[in-house]
């Protein structure tokens, strides 16, 4: 399968580029340093690295081409690009501030990255898709709680709103052969987007190699079909015994 994992050099994105690349699919990762993403990229097996800033409609059309090309086409899209909490504040774990108080540049910042740039890689790659005849999308998540959490201006809104739109996304194609699913690492995750002193010493985070058995599987033969369904990656192991189970 020929895969664009958005935001890949790192996180929970290089996390899944690097499981798909290890099961054996062709993988474009993307980065706003294209020679970085590149470096990234040659540490994976048959990867490549491609320069976009999910923010800009000009360099998603681009980096969707080039992608398109270099990939000889794209099976699966994993928009996982974004941006959190420390971009606007970075004491936000020991000091979180009101929505009041939260630049308005910063805000828009957030938004655009983190809930603009999924539509706009997905408003690109669709069409192609539905031309093809199939597709998979896969949109990156956080837990509920993170969306409502207080001092979580402008993250949680942006990851609540890309939720809904992951919905309308699966509602819109429906029973066009391109599917749309959510997944979500499951609770607070070590990447960037957490400060190391945010981390309280005997609390355990995850390890962001949770993402791959989930996304290698939504890649799969077996999850031909699957549609519209929000899969948590801690409970995937359970969520696919009952899948199975399921009459």
Do not use: C
Not at 44 to 72: C, F, N, Q, Y
Not at 89 to 106: K, R
Request: aromatic share 6%; charged share 20%.
């Amino acid at each position: 399968m020929k895969v664009l994992v958005t935001g890949g050099t790192s996180g929970l994105g290089l996390a899944m580029a690097s499981a798909l690349a290890a099961a054996g699919h062709s993988v474009a990762l993307t980065g706003r340093s294209g020679p970085y993403a590149s470096s990234v990229a040659e540490g994976l097996p048959g990867a490549t690295g491609i320069e976009l800033d999910v923010r800009d409609e000009s360099s998603v059309t681009r980096a969707v081409g080039e992608a398109w090309s270099r990939l000889g086409g794209i099976d699966m899209l994993v928009n996982n690009a974004g941006i959190g909490m420390r971009t606007v504040n970075p004491l936000f774990m020991t000091q979180p501030q009101g929505f009041w108080e939260v630049p308005v540049n910063g805000f828009r910042d957030v938004v655009d990255t983190n809930l603009t740039g999924y539509f706009l890689v997905a408003r690109e790659v669709t069409p192609r898709m539905l031309a093809s005849g199939e597709g998979r999308i896969v949109n990156i998540s956080v837990n509920i709680s993170t969306m409502q959490r207080a001092g979580f201006v402008p993250y949680g809104p942006s990851r609540a709103g890309s939720e809904s739109l992951s919905r309308i996304m699966a509602a819109d194609l429906r029973g066009t052969g391109v599917t749309v699913n959510l997944l979500l690492p499951g609770g607070a995750t070590q990447t960037g987007m957490l400060p190391p002193e945010a981390r309280p010493e005997g609390r355990e985070f995850l390890d962001p190699a949770v993402m791959g058995p989930p996304i290698v599987w939504l890649a799969s033969e077996d999850a031909a079909g699957v549609h519209d369904e929000r899969i948590v990656a801690v409970e995937f192991e359970r969520w696919l015994r009952d899948r199975k189970a399921k009459p």
